[in-house]
């Protein structure tokens, strides 16, 4: 079973960077499977951030434009967020999630880790 | 972007009652359409993908139907562990979109 888990600063600065790390076991990160990420802001609801597949292919939630960007570390076995030029709008607790190849749902989720932009 | 619309927004109910959850999409997907379920402090869980499919692991008292622009989740008798936020969600078309949630609370 795979299990994902979520970490980064829960602080971070407006204008500045957030970055995200998704921890993946019980599965290789280069196996047939699509890592992607999701967020909630404080009530309201979910909103797709984008995912990529371990050779390196991604898709992207166009309403966040060249902000957003995903990585794969296959020597860790992780996977990686980052989106630039943060505002108040960026405060939302941040999901990692996977979906099987060929798939059209995400069938593992991380707990999600709050990300507040404040200074 | 298709647009997703759940309904209630709300809903009310006793343990043991029969709850339905509306998805309706802005646009045809097929039945590319999965529902999940949101606890405070739980990572979220699948519970029905392709409209209507059963993830494993999933009680049998939830169901899923529908085909196109209009879908249902329904819980037959519900228990108390079944107090969440459901939503829906599409991948037709990109962007992947959910709805906005349904807030199930104890009557």
């Known amino acids: 079973q795979v299990q994902l888990q979520e970490s980064g600063p829960g602080l971070v600065k407006p204008s500045d960077t957030l970055s995200l790390t998704c921890a993946v076991s019980?599965?290789?990160?280069?196996?047939?499977?699509?890592w992607g990420w999701i967020r909630q802001p404080p009530g309201k609801g979910l909103e797709w951030i984008g995912y990529?597949?371990?050779?390196?292919?991604?898709y992207y939630n166009p309403s966040l434009g060249s902000r957003v960007s995903l990585s794969v570390d296959m020597s860790k076995n992780q996977f990686s967020l980052r989106l630039t030029s943060v505002t108040a709008m960026d405060t939302a607790v941040y999901y990692c999630?996977?979906?099987?190849?060929?798939?059209?749902?995400?069938?593992?989720w991380g707990l999600g880790i709050l990300v507040t932009v404040s200074s | 972007d298709i647009q997703l619309t759940q309904s209630p927004s709300f809903l009310s109910a006793s343990v043991g009652d029969r709850v339905t959850i509306t998805c309706r999409a802005s646009q045809g997907v097929n039945n590319y359409l999965a529902w999940y379920q949101l606890n405070p402090g739980k990572a979220p869980k699948l519970l029905i993908y392709t409209a209507s499919t059963l993830q494993s692991g999933v009680p049998s008292r939830f169901s899923g139907s529908g085909y196109g622009t209009e879908f249902t989740l329904t819980i037959s008798s519900l228990q108390p562990e079944d107090f969440a936020t459901y939503y829906c969600q599409q991948l037709y078309n990109y962007p992947v979109t959910f709805g906005q949630g349904t807030k199930l609370e104890i009557k």
């Open positions: 999630a996977s979906k099987r190849d060929r798939e059209r749902y995400f069938d593992y």
């Open positions: 019980g599965s290789s990160i280069s196996s047939n499977n699509w």
């Open positions: 990529i597949y371990y050779s390196g292919s991604t």
